[in-house]
């Protein structure tokens, strides 16, 4: 027979992976996008060069061969 000592951590374990598993549908569920994007959307470049970066930003000229 299975004392309390030994039933406790496996009552918690199976209560754990069985809230998990129930929370998990709702957690992935993907949201659909909004009808129109935002006012101050617009089109940018691949390396958005238009949006400012609060931090001073300088290159570093490395010469990867010869």
Known sequence: MMTNARRCP???T???L???LG???AALEAQSPPAQPPAD????SINLEEISYPHPVE???LKLFG
């Open 10 to 12: 496996r009552l918690v």
């Open 14 to 16: 199976v209560l754990s």
């Open 18 to 20: 069985s809230v998990a």
């Open 23 to 25: 929370l998990a549908p």
């Open 41 to 44: 959307w617009g089109p940018i």
């Open 59 to 61: 290159f570093l000229n």
